[in-house]
């Protein structure tokens, strides 16, 4: 059986816990900004659409089938 040194012991275990503390922290800001990313896409969309209908509402009929 290999002995090692507190000090080696120690190192390693920071390490491995400080590994595992930022791929945790990671995942949850990634969770969260893929969340908060959505909300402003969808809120985006939404404000085309409004814009848009309010676009079409404004236009006369025969701009609609292409002829003048």
Not at 47 to 58: C, G, K, N, P, V
Not at 60 to 67: Q, R
């Amino acid at each position: 059986m290999i002995s090692r040194s507190l000090r080696t012991r120690l190192v390693v275990i920071f390490t491995l816990l400080l590994v595992l503390a930022w791929a945790i922290s990671s995942a949850i800001s990634y969770v969260k900004v893929r969340h908060r990313v959505r909300l402003i896409f969808d809120s985006e969309q939404i404000m085309f659409a409004q814009r848009f209908r309010t676009l079409e509402s404004h236009r006369p009929a025969e701009d609609f089938t292409g002829k003048r």
